[in-house]
C-alpha cells in the first residue's frame, strides 16, 4: 500500500498570548515573558515556588450550552474551544462530513480537571465535596479528547495521549501515523493543559521549579548556567490533519506538511532524561522523514530549563545535528505541560513559514555543559529553510520527535 501524505489545515490556539499568531508574535517581539507571581499561592506553606504563566480571563465561548459545559473542565473547555477554532480555520467546522466516520480526535493532558480531583479526595476524606454525577468525566485521564469527539460528533478513532509533556507531539505523531498509512483521512489533533497549584507543587518537591518569585521577568531560563528550574504555563492546541489528496480535492488551504515522527522510550529512569534515546528518537524522525541531519534548518528545543533535562537534550542534539539553530518558547510561556507539544509545533511552523525564528530570552549564559548548538538569542534569526523539527520529552522516559515541511 502506497503510503499518504499527510498535511495540517487548520490550527486553532488559546495561549497566555492570545489565539492568533499575530498576537502571539507581537508577545515574543516585546521579547518579555507571561510569567507573573501569584500571591494567593502563599496560603501553601510548603510550597516554595509562587511562579505561573495563565491564560488571564478566560471564558468558554457564548454559545455553548450548558448541557455542553457539564461534562468539562477547564482543561476540557481548552480543547474544544481550540477544536472549534481548527475546524473553523480549515472550513470544516458547520460541514457535515467530519461526522460520517472519516474524521477523528487524538489530544491529552497531564490530568483531567483537577478541581474535580480536589472534590474526589474531598468526598473520599469525608468532608463537604461537590462530587456529582459528571465530577469523574471531567476528571477521567482522556477527558479532553471524549469532549472533543463528542462536542463535534466524530465517529472516527479517538485516540488519548496522556503523556504529561509529549501528550501533544504523541497526539499529532500517532494520528500523522493514522493518515499516513490509510486507516483514516482526516484527525483533530494536539494537547491542552489549565494550570493548577498541585501540578507547581510536583516540581517544586523535586527541586525543579523556579523560585525566582521576586524577579519572575528573569525565569525561566532554559539552557542558562543560572538557571534555576521550570515554571508552569497553560493552553491548548488543536490541528486539523488531513491526507493531501483529501484536502486539495475541497480546495483546503495548507499550513505545513508533517513528514517525519520519531517516538522511543528511555527504559532508565522515571524522571530522569537518557541522552542516548533522545537522540535516538530524533534519528528516527529523520529516518521516517528520509531526511539527512543537514536537512533540519531549525530545532525548537524542548527547553524545560531544568538541569538534567537541558543538558540531555542538547547533547543529544549536537550529537546528531552539529552546530544547529535552536531555541524554545518555554522561556516566554513557561512549561505547558500537555499543551507543549502541539503548541510548539504550531510555533515552529508559522516561523518556518515567515523565515523568522523567535530568539530565546533569558538566556546571557549557556551553560557549559549543554550541546555545541546555534543558541537563537538577541533579535529573531531570519532562516529561509524547508525543514523544521520539534522535540518534547516527559517523565516515564517518554521522547518525541516531529518534522515539518514548508508547503510550497
Known amino acids: 500500500m502506497q503510503e499518504k501524505r499527510v498535511v495540517i489545515t487548520g490550527v486553532g490556539v488559546i495561549s497566555a498570548f492570545g489565539r492568533s499568531w499575530a498576537d502571539v508574535r507581537t508577545h515574543f517581539q516585546a521579547k518579555k515573558n507571561a510569567v507573573r507571581v501569584f500571591d494567593d499561592w502563599n496560603r501553601f506553606a510548603d510550597l516554595e515556588s509562587k511562579l505561573a504563566a495563565p491564560v488571564v480571563g478566560y471564558q468558554p465561548p457564548k ?22 477554532q481548527a475546524l473553523t480555520d480549515a472550513g470544516l467546522l458547520n460541514d457535515p462530513i467530519i461526522k460520517t466516520g472519516i474524521m477523528g480526535t487524538a489530544c491529552g493532558s497531564s490530568v483531567g480537571s483537577t478541581q474535580d480531583v480536589l ?10 465535596s461537590n462530587f456529582n454525577a459528571n465530577t469523574y468525566v471531567r476528571m477521567m485521564p482522556h477527558s ?38 490509510g486507516k483514516i483521512p482526516m484527525m483533530l489533533a494536539g494537547g491542552t493543559e489549565q494550570l493548577c497549584p498541585s501540578e507547581v507543587f510536583v516540581f517544586d518537591s523535586l527541586y525543579a521549579a523556579s523560585r525566582k518569585n521576586d524577579a519572575p521577568q528573569t525565569t525561566p531560563r ?22 493531501l489528496e483529501h484536502a486539495k ?45 543537514t536537512a533540519i534548518g531549525y530545532i525548537d528545543g524542548h527547553g524545560t530549563a531544568t538541569e ?6 542538547t547533547q543529544a542534539a549536537a550529537n546528531l545535528f552539529g552546530f544547529k539553530p535552536i531555541s524554545t ?19 515552529a511552523i508559522q516561523m518556518m513559514n515567515d523565515k523568522s525564528f523567535v530568539p530565546n530570552i533569558n538566556l546571557d549564559n549557556v551553560d557549559e555543559r549543554c550541546g555545541d548548538l546555534d543558541y537563537i538569542t538577541g533579535d ?8 523544521v523539527m520539534n522535540n518534547n520529552f516527559a517523565f516515564g522516559g517518554v521522547n518525541t520527535s516531529l518534522i515539518f515541511r514548508k508547503w510550497r
Request: proline letters at 3%; charged letters at 20%; one cysteine or more.
Open 222 to 243: 532554559p539552557y542558562d548556567k543560572d538557571r534555576d528550574g521550570l515554571v508552569i504555563g497553560e493552553g491548548a492546541c488543536m490541528m486539523v490533519l488531513e491526507e
Open 119 to 128: 472534590d474526589s479526595g474531598l468526598l473520599l476524606a469525608g468532608l463537604e
Open 144 to 181: 479532553s479528547v471524549a469532549n472533543v469527539a463528542i462536542f463535534f460528533g466524530l465517529t472516527g478513532r479517538i485516540i488519548p495521549t496522556s503523556s504529561a509533556c509529549t501528550s501533544g507531539s504523541q497526539a499529532i505523531g500517532y494520528s500523522y501515523e493514522a493518515i499516513k498509512y
Open 329 to 347: 518558547q518555554k522561556n516566554y510561556l513557561g512549561h505547558t505541560l500537555g499543551a507543549c507539544g502541539a503548541m510548539e509545533s504550531w510555533f
Open 63 to 84: 454559545h455553548w450550552t450548558r448541557k455542553q459545559l457539564r461534562s468539562m473542565g477547564t482543561v476540557a473547555q481548552y480543547a474544544v474551544d481550540a477544536a472549534e
Open 249 to 293: 480535492a475541497r480546495g483546503a488551504n495548507i499550513l505545513a506538511e508533517i513528514v517525519g515522527y520519531g517516538a522511543n522510550s528511555d527504559g532508565t529512569h522515571i524522571t530522569r532524561p537518557n541522552q542516548d534515546t533522545m537522540q535516538r528518537c530524533m534519528a528516527l524522525a529523520l529516518e521516517d522523514a528520509n531526511l539527512p541531519p
Open 380 to 387: 529573531f534569526r531570519t532562516i529561509d529553510c524547508e525543514f
Open 308 to 313: 538534567h533535562g537541558d543538558i540531555a537534550e
